[in-house]
């Protein structure tokens, strides 16, 4: 991995390190998955929904548990 100087990652998910904010809501997502119940996050852009997920990944990495992520983008209306 490589140095990160900046500690404000601005741009995508790093590693669990530069993760903030949302262990409230990683424990029981983690065990909504784990009792194979469906999960939809919906809320404003820029709020760290995919941060979270590739973090759930994260923290699943070490078990045989396949997933699927299912990006949906909705235009912006004018």
């Given at each position: 991995m490589?140095?990160?100087?900046?500690p404000f990652i601005t741009n995508g998910y790093v590693s669990k390190e530069y993760f903030c904010d949302s262990e409230s809501e990683l424990i029981p997502l983690c065990e909504?998955?784990?009792?194979?119940?469906?999960?939809t996050l919906i809320s404003a852009r820029r709020f760290?929904?995919?941060a979270l997920i590739y973090r759930i990944f994260e923290h699943f990495n070490d078990k045989k548990i396949e997933f699927v992520f299912l990006?949906?983008?909705?235009?912006?209306?004018?």
């Open positions: 490589d140095v990160i100087i900046n909504n998955l784990e009792n194979k119940v469906n999960i760290g929904k995919s990006l949906i983008c909705m235009p912006r209306r004018i």
